[in-house]
């Protein structure tokens, strides 16, 4: 029994110090919420208050720098803005009836598309080719298309608006771009042939003639070129020969006359040369007697 009333007794001790702690802990946290409310409005009113201090300060900067800024407006001269043209729309210009009519957009074929909607393209009933590479574009239009379909192609886009449509629609979520080109033009052929046929007609005329006349001017230039390779074959040979001939006629004579002459003329040049022969040795003689008598005279004369 004795246990059981000390184990009672310590029960109930030690229900009322948990009571007392309690209580304590209690007024302690009352006491440090109310100081830690206290110390926030503390905090919050001067915070509000520098702010207030910060924006009179700002609001008296901004005054000044108002003012200084419309003192110097007032001194400075305000140039006179030009007025500034409105942009121009970028839109592309249209192609003339000419060249709708070369190629072969006329009225007939804008009929022919009116009549035509997004299934006749969709559903048309034609077998898709195998892969290919992709092929490069230019004004949207697929570069495996020939030069007059492709021409054709970017006009239509933007002279028939049905055409530019259905190409938005189905390509490429229905179909890939050569398909859809392949059935418009298979399905215009009618209306687009007679012009595109034409089209090239004319550029193999023109080509032909381009090729004639670049082989006419060839051999206009080969003539003129053997033309000034004869003269100035003809100018040095005659500057080469002429000049020689007339030296040596004008040095030596004309030699014909005596190479066709007899052969007695030979005889009589010898017996020249004889007689000039015979005169210089003669001439010779008489000198050396007339300087041995005049030796002699003189050595006679030296003697006593």
């Excluded at 009571?19 to 802990?25: F, I, R």
């Excluded at 000419?98 to 909607?117: H, N, P, Q, S, W």
């Excluded at 055409?163 to 059935?183: D, N, T, V």
């Excluded at 007339?246 to 004579?253: E, K, S, Y």
């Amino acid at each position: 029994m004795d246990l059981w009333e000390r184990a009672r007794a310590f029960a109930g001790e030690a229900a009322r110090r948990s009571q007392e702690l309690s209580a304590e802990a209690a007024k302690r946290s009352s006491a440090l919420v109310s100081e830690t409310a206290k110390k926030s409005k503390e905090i919050f009113s001067e915070t509000a208050t520098k702010s207030r201090e910060i924006a009179a300060e700002a609001t008296k900067q901004a005054d000044l720098l108002a003012g200084q800024i419309k003192r110097l407006s007032t001194d400075l001269p305000v140039p006179s803005i030009p007025a500034i043209s409105p942009i121009p729309s970028a839109v592309a210009p249209e192609p003339d009836a000419a060249e709708l009519e070369c190629y072969g957009i006329t009225e007939d074929l804008r009929e022919f598309v009116k009549g035509m909607t997004i299934s006749t393209l969709r559903d048309f009933p034609l077998q898709d080719e195998p892969e290919m590479s992709d092929v490069p574009t230019v004004s949207n239009v697929r570069q495996d298309l020939n030069e007059w379909q492709a021409r054709h192609a970017a006009l239509v886009l933007s002279a028939v608006k049905e055409i530019s449509k259905f190409r938005y629609e189905l390509c490429p979520r229905y179909m890939k771009e050569r398909k859809f080109w392949r059935i418009y033009f298979l399905l215009v052929n009618n209306y687009t042939a007679l012009y595109e046929n034409k089209y090239f007609e004319e550029l193999k005329v023109k080509a032909e003639e381009k090729r004639d006349a670049k082989k006419e001017i060839s051999e206009i230039s080969q003539a003129s070129t053997a033309d000034q390779k004869d003269m100035k074959a003809q100018s040095k040979t005659s500057t080469s020969t002429n000049p020689e001939h007339d030296l040596d006629v004008f040095l030596l004579g004309d030699l014909g006359s005596d190479d066709e002459g007899p052969d007695g003329d030979d005889d009589g040049l010898d017996d020249d040369f004889d007689k000039i022969d015979g005169t210089s040795g003669l001439e010779s003689d008489d000198d050396e007697k007339e300087k041995a008598a005049g030796k002699a005279e003189s050595a006679k004369g030296s003697l006593p």
